[in-house]
């Protein structure tokens, strides 16, 4: 009997271990099995784990995204609700943070941001009990590609909500891009 209860613990053991240390992946989540999904431009949504500051991360093995540049080349909205206000708010946003990053040198790396989401700011939803002031505020999600050369390094998906205009939530989900890059 012994023999077995040692067996079973050990067992148990590695599971835990194992469970513990499993990243939480995109593909898992359920932000991707949500009816709703909405898709950008990432074309595997696998590689992707819970990031800290942004929601999903994949960054390339032996990248350090923080000793290179970043230069803006497109901003693009993938849904009907993205407006060109909505494209512009993000690009100055992320062009802004961009030049305020402490960087490195090392090559260029060309981001390409895409919105899959936009929400605006509505006020009947301060009402909704424990999370209404959140949910009332402006919404945003973006999809980030990084690419040395022609090669991807790098894909962030990121959705934040912040402040009534559409201006506040860019420069949110900017911030925290710039950032996650700044830290990896």
């Known amino acids: 009997m012994q023999k077995y209860s040692k067996w079973f613990l050990w067992t148990m ?30 074309n595997d949504y696998s590689r992707l784990v819970e990031g800290d500051d942004v929601d999903w991360v994949w960054v390339a093995n032996s990248v350090k995204l923080s000793q290179h540049k970043v230069a803006l080349t497109s901003v693009i909205g993938k849904t009907k609700e993205a407006k060109r206000s909505d494209k512009k708010a993000l690009e100055i946003a992320l062009k802004d943070e961009i030049q305020d990053m402490d960087t490195h040198g090392g090559s260029t790396l060309k981001m390409s941001a895409c919105i899959f989401d936009v929400d605006d700011a509505n006020f009947g939803k301060r009402f ?46 900017a911030e925290d891009i710039i950032e996650f890059i700044e830290e990896n």
Not at 139 to 147: C, M, S
Request: contains cysteine; proline residues 3%.
């Open 13 to 42: 053991l590695i599971a835990l271990m194992s469970f513990a240390n499993a990243e939480d992946r995109f593909v898992d989540s359920d932000d991707y099995k949500e009816p709703e999904f909405k898709k950008c431009f990432i």
């Open 128 to 173: 909704i009990p424990f999370a209404g002031g959140h949910l009332a505020q402006a919404g945003l999600g973006v999809e980030i590609i990084l690419k040395d050369g022609g090669r991807t390094v790098a894909m962030l998906r990121h959705y934040a909500r912040e402040g009534n205009a559409k201006e506040d939530v860019s420069e949110e989900v």
